[in-house]
């Protein structure tokens, strides 16, 4: 534990709006509503590991290199907790409902997600804490969009409720949302050399499937070595083809794709 780490905490503000509406033909009685919520963090959580320290070189691509703590191999590794101050997020939902005599309900509510984070925290143990995150500099998890973004989503509700024998009232609803995708993160793995099981390039141990991506510049990119010809063209058909088109030259930020939108309905 960092011997002066400090409590997780973050600012937080949220703005919301209500209004009853009468919309004409549509009848009264529409609810309207709108909020907005911004978190600021001032102490995150974050997760080093003390025995790989900077060696003073750095990667092709201009990344700092790692040895272990006091030079010589080792296979361990001490994971400390310490704090990663940066991180915000901002949430806006546009929302409305609105019931009838008759019986019959309807709502919808559509948000919006803008989160950047440092460390996603998404294990229980101190290794897998540090070594489950996307890596930029090779010892610190990289800041950019949250794992837990869901970029937009929008859900919706359709309900009747009406007493067909005597008082007993019978409710049928029919309630869904689609949202965007998952983010992720493209990313390189570099197979340890020795026992030790650190990275020969970057240094580190742990966390050698989870270096982020560096784009080539293009089939002849001087800092890239290919095992064959047929591998180059493979890799610069898939970049060609994909959003790391727009980072060529440079490491790919944390979670920049996102798996496809998906639907899910339910009837009660």
């Given at each position: 534990?960092?011997p ?16 009853k ?12 509503g709108?909020d907005?919520?911004y ?6 959580l974050g ?5 790989s320290?900077?060696?003073g070189?750095?990667?092709?691509d201009g990344?700092?290199r790692y040895m272990?703590?006091g ?7 001490d994971i ?9 997020s901002f ?5 409305f409902?609105?019931s009838?005599?008759n ?9 919006w997600e803008n989160?950047?984070?440092n ?11 540090y070594r ?7 010892n610190?998890?990289?800041?950019g969009i949250s ?5 937009w989503?929008f859900?919706?509700n ?8 005597g008082?007993?009232k019978?409710?049928?609803?029919l ?7 998952r ?7 570099e ?6 099981g650190?990275?020969?390039?970057f ?6 499937s989870n ?7 293009g ?12 591998t180059k063209?493979q ?10 088109s727009k980072?060529?030259?440079?490491v ?5 794709d996102?798996s496809k939108s998906?639907?899910?309905l339910d009837?009660?």
């Amino acid at each position: 534990l960092d011997p002066n780490f400090k409590i997780p905490s973050e600012w937080r503000g949220v703005l919301s709006f209500d209004y009853k509406a009468d919309l004409g033909p549509l009848g009264d009685g529409w609810n309207l509503g709108a909020d907005f919520l911004y978190t600021d963090t001032i102490h995150g959580l974050g997760f080093v590991d003390l025995r790989s320290v900077p060696s003073g070189l750095t990667t092709p691509d201009g990344r700092p290199r790692y040895m272990p703590y006091g030079g010589s191999p080792t296979s361990f590794a001490d994971i400390e907790r310490t704090n990663f101050d940066q991180g915000r997020s901002f949430v806006e939902v546009i929302r409305f409902d609105k019931s009838w005599h008759n019986g019959l309900s309807l709502g919808a509510s559509m948000t919006w997600e803008n989160v950047k984070d440092n460390a996603p925290v998404t294990s229980s143990q101190a290794t897998s804490l540090y070594r489950y995150a996307a890596f930029d500099d090779p010892n610190y998890s990289a800041y950019g969009i949250s794992n837990d973004q869901i970029k937009w989503q929008f859900k919706y509700n359709a309900g009747y409720e009406h007493a067909f024998f005597g008082d007993y009232k019978t409710s049928i609803q029919l309630f869904g949302q689609t949202i965007a995708g998952r983010p992720f993160s493209y990313t390189m793995t570099e197979a340890a050399t020795d026992s030790t099981g650190r990275s020969p390039s970057f240094g580190t141990i742990l966390n050698t499937s989870n270096y982020l991506m560096y784009v080539p510049t293009g089939p002849d990119d001087p800092k890239v070595v290919y095992d064959s010809d047929t591998t180059k063209q493979q890799l610069d058909d898939y970049i060609n083809n994909s959003v790391l088109s727009k980072y060529r030259g440079q490491v790919a930020p944390r979670n920049i794709d996102t798996s496809k939108s998906r639907t899910r309905l339910d009837l009660h």
